[in-house]
């Protein structure tokens, strides 16, 4: 069971509040991940990290922003939430290369953000 | 650029029938292909990968992939489907060698009827 833990798990706010979903994995992974799943969409990557203090935008634009401080922290933050923004949220986590599955992600339970 | 297509948003399917989830993708490069499953209000879990060696693999739970180059596909069957199975299937591509990133389709939800 993979050990990688997002809150809050269902969060409704309104228009103009600031928000960060939290994202935190104990295996000790380097690479992890930021996914904006909606429904019958592909789950798009916003954004991702490679390692501490590294941050990179993925292929679908995003308003969010990611900090990346501790290896096992990577929280994703919207300064001011719009209903656009209305949508689940997936973190994952992967191995090092050369150390277990070649490109196996581990994702979280997921965060469903509904802003009004 | 490499892209997903899973040919069918929704299978309905009754116990202990077959079924196939199809998965199509499309990569000017070599390219590992993934299963991952997702059951209600739950993140998504590998449900078997494709690396390299046969072209068949298999999972825990019965289901299995076959890998064809010549098709640029690969596709999920499982012979008899439990009610347990029913959630949603998504496909995955990454390249070999090149970015990490992972490239899903668009999902399948299966449904199995008693």
């Known amino acids: 069971e993979a050990d990688i833990y997002q809150t809050p798990r269902y969060l409704v706010i309104g228009t103009g509040k600031k928000i960060t979903l939290e994202c935190s994995q104990t295996?000790?992974?380097?690479?992890m991940y930021w996914y904006q799943q909606d429904p019958g969409m592909e789950l798009h990557l916003i954004h991702y990290?490679?390692?501490?203090?590294?941050?990179e935008k993925g292929d679908l634009s995003s308003e969010s922003t990611v900090s990346r401080i501790r290896t096992e922290h990577f929280p994703l933050t919207l300064e001011s939430a719009r209903p656009s923004h209305t949508s689940q949220y997936l973190c994952a986590s992967s191995n090092p290369a050369g150390t277990g599955v070649t490109g196996e992600l581990f994702f979280g339970e997921g965060s469903r953000l509904t802003v009004l | 650029a490499q892209s997903v297509t899973q040919l069918d948003s929704q299978v309905p399917v009754f116990e202990e029938a077959p079924v196939e989830l199809r998965c199509n993708y499309s990569?000017?490069?070599?390219?590992?292909l993934f299963w991952y499953v997702q059951y209600p209000n739950q993140g998504l879990q590998l449900l078997l990968k494709?690396?390299?060696?046969?072209?068949l693999v298999e999972s825990i739970n019965g289901f299995e992939a076959e890998f064809n180059k010549s098709q640029t596909s690969f596709h999920l069957r499982k012979p008899s489907v439990h009610i347990s199975d029913t959630a949603e299937y998504f496909c995955?591509?990454?390249?070999?060698?090149?970015?990490?990133?992972?490239?899903f389709g668009k999902g399948t939800k299966l449904t199995v009827n008693p």
């Open positions: 990290s490679y390692g501490v203090n590294s941050t």
């Open positions: 995955a591509v990454r390249t070999q060698g090149g970015s990490e990133k992972l490239v």
């Open positions: 295996m000790g992974h380097d690479k």
């Open positions: 494709y690396l390299s060696g046969s072209t």
């Open positions: 990569s000017s490069v070599s390219v590992y």
